[in-house]
Structure formats: structure tokens, C-alpha cells
């Protein structure tokens, strides 16, 4: 079973970002996790790894394979992240999955995330939604049940 690279975690609510923090490393999915409570933030920090601007020696900075994205957010929402993140480089954005977590079902929301790459899920996430997530996109980080 392999770890994934590293995880993002974006969302403003400091609660949620905890708990799911939590579930990650109890899941021991990753070693790298980082939490960012705007797109903003998030944003800078992916278009900087994308463009190879920071210390490659630092163990701050990976390339996540995995990213939770809330849309409703101060500074910037989950929409306006996703149309920046559509516009970096395509080779940097290949193996990453991108996954839109949040309380809305509300159809129009569900709508628009369709037309980005990316899955739709409702929060809380749960240890069977991630499994889910890992069984379809990352079939060989997931333990087989014998």
C-alpha cells in the first residue's frame, strides 16, 4: 500500500479542517497534509510548486494528489479557485485529483462543478467516503480487506 504525496485541505472553517486533518492521519494515507482556510491562499501556494518557485529542499511544499475544496469561502470561493487552478499547467494538474467537499446540494453548485475536473461530495467526510475516493482514483493505496 502506497502514501499518497500529500493532501490540501481547503477550507475556512478551522473545525472541519481538524477533523478531517485527523481522518487523514488516522487513515495514514499521507505524511504531508496542509490546511489553507481560502482559495487564495491555496492558489498561491499551488501556482508557486506549479512554477517551481519555492525550496525544493523544504518538506513544506509537495504536489498534492489529493485536494478537498469548500466553496463557500472568504477572500476566495471554491469556484474562483477552480477556474485558476483550470488555467495552470496541465502537466502539473495531471495526477491530482481534485475534490469539491462541501454542506451545499443545492443544484446549481452541482451543476457548475461538473464542468470542472473535478468530483462532488458532501461533507462530513467520512472514512467510506474517502475509501470510495481511493478505490476509484487510487486503487493501490488502499488495503485489501482479506
Known amino acids: 500500500m ?7 485541505l481547503i477550507d475556512d472553517d478551522d473545525t472541519t479542517n481538524f477533523l478531517n486533518k485527523r481522518l487523514l492521519e ?9 490546511t489553507f482556510v481560502n482559495g487564495k491562499q491555496a ?7 506549479s512554477n517551481n518557485n519555492y525550496d525544493a529542499k523544504s518538506a513544506d511544499y509537495f504536489k498534492p494528489e489529493l485536494i478537498f475544496l469548500d466553496i463557500n469561502m472568504p477572500v476566495m470561493d471554491g469556484f474562483e479557485l477552480l ?6 499547467n496541465p502537466n502539473f494538474r495531471k495526477g491530482t485529483l481534485m475534490v469539491v467537499l462541501t454542506t451545499s446540494t443545492h443544484a446549481q453548485d452541482t451543476e457548475v462543478v461538473r464542468k470542472y475536473d473535478a ?9 467510506d467516503k474517502l475509501e470510495h475516493l481511493l478505490r476509484k482514483y487510487f486503487p493501490d493505496t488502499v488495503k485489501d480487506k482479506a
Not at 2 to 8: A, D, E, N, T, V
Not at 26 to 34: A, F, G, P, Q, S
Not at 119 to 127: D, H, R
Open 2 to 8: 502506497r502514501k499518497l504525496s500529500g493532501i490540501l
Open 26 to 34: 488516522r487513515m495514514k494515507l499521507t505524511d504531508h497534509i496542509h
Open 43 to 49: 492558489f498561491d501556494y499551488l501556482y508557486n510548486i
Open 83 to 88: 477556474d485558476l487552478y483550470e488555467r495552470l
Open 119 to 127: 468530483e462532488y461530495i458532501t461533507k462530513p467526510l467520512n472514512a
